[in-house]
C-alpha cells in the first residue's frame, strides 16, 4: 500500500522569507511524484512533477522540490513567499507501473499562512 | 483552453433529495476522474473513465452513487437519497490517455445536504 505523510498540518512564515513544506511517502518503488495547491474555493492546481532524472524539479512561481529516494522524501521550497502564497499545499503519489497508475494518493495537506 | 469545468459550483439539497453535478473536461483529455474532499476524510477517489468507459468504481460508496460518461465531453455524478454526510466538495480531474499524467482539476461542486 502507498502512502503520502505530510507532518505539518499548519506553516506560518513571513513574506521574503523562505519556505520549506515536507513530504514523505510511502512506496515500494520510485513513484511518480506531485505537489498540488489549492487556493480557497478553488480546485487544485499543479505546481510541479516529477517523473525521473533530476532530483530537483523546478514549479511555477519559484516553487522547487527535491525527490530523495533513500529519505522517501520529496520536500517543496520557495526562495522568498509572497502573502498570494496563502494557500493548502498537498503532496501527492501516483504508482509509475502497474494497472492502478491512475491512482493519486493525497497527503492530508498544510495549510501555509503568509504574513507581512 | 477553459479547464475542467464543473457545475454548478454550490448545490444545496434537503435530505433524500437526488444530486447531480456535472463536469467537463478539458477537451483533448481521455481520463477522467471524480474525487471528494472533506475536512475530516480529506482527498478520496472515487472513480475513472476512460475513452467514456468505466475503469475503476473502487471509491464509489456502493449504494445511492452513481456515474456516467455518456459522451467524451461530460460526466455525471449522481447521488440518491442524499444523506448529510454526502456533504462534501466533489471534484473532477482531467487527464491525457490516463497512466501516471498529471490530473488537471475542476473548480468543485460544494455540496450541501441539509
Known amino acids: 500500500a502507498q502512502s503520502v505523510t505530510q507532518p505539518d498540518a499548519r506553516v506560518t512564515v513571513s513574506e521574503g522569507a523562505s519556505l520549506q513544506l515536507r513530504c514523505k511517502y510511502s512506496?515500494?518503488?520510485?513513484?511518480?511524484l506531485f505537489w498540488y495547491v489549492q487556493y480557497p474555493r478553488q480546485g487544485l492546481q499543479l505546481l510541479l512533477k516529477?517523473?525521473?532524472?533530476?532530483?530537483v524539479v523546478q514549479g511555477v512561481n519559484g516553487f522547487e522540490a527535491e525527490f530523495s529516494k533513500s529519505n522517501s522524501s520529496f520536500h517543496l521550497r520557495k526562495a522568498s513567499v509572497h502573502w498570494s502564497d496563502s494557500a493548502v499545499y498537498f503532496c501527492?503519489?501516483?504508482?509509475?507501473?502497474?494497472?492502478?497508475?491512475?491512482?493519486?494518493?493525497f497527503g492530508k495537506g498544510t495549510l501555509l499562512t503568509v504574513t507581512p | 483552453n477553459a479547464g475542467v469545468i464543473q457545475t454548478p459550483r454550490h448545490k444545496v439539497t434537503g435530505k433524500g433529495q437526488e444530486a447531480t453535478l456535472w463536469c467537463e473536461p478539458i477537451?483533448?483529455?481521455?481520463?477522467v476522474f471524480w474525487y471528494r474532499q472533506t475536512i475530516v476524510q480529506g482527498l478520496e477517489f472515487l472513480t475513472y473513465?476512460?475513452?467514456?468507459?468505466?475503469?475503476?468504481d473502487s471509491g464509489m460508496p456502493k449504494e445511492r452513487f452513481s456515474a456516467q460518461m455518456p459522451n467524451q465531453s461530460h460526466s455525471t455524478l449522481k447521488i440518491q437519497s442524499t444523506q448529510p454526510q454526502d456533504s462534501a466538495v466533489y471534484l473532477c480531474?482531467?487527464?491525457?490517455?490516463?497512466?501516471?499524467?498529471?490530473?488537471?482539476f475542476g473548480p468543485g461542486t460544494r455540496l450541501t445536504v441539509l
Open positions: 516529477y517523473y525521473s532524472g533530476d532530483p
Open positions: 473513465f476512460r475513452n467514456q468507459a468505466p475503469i475503476d
Open positions: 477537451s483533448g483529455h481521455s481520463a
Open positions: 512506496y515500494s518503488g520510485t513513484p511518480y
Open positions: 501527492v503519489l501516483s504508482a509509475n507501473s502497474g494497472g492502478s497508475n491512475y491512482k493519486l494518493t
Open positions: 480531474a482531467s487527464s491525457l490517455v490516463g497512466g501516471s499524467y498529471e490530473q488537471y
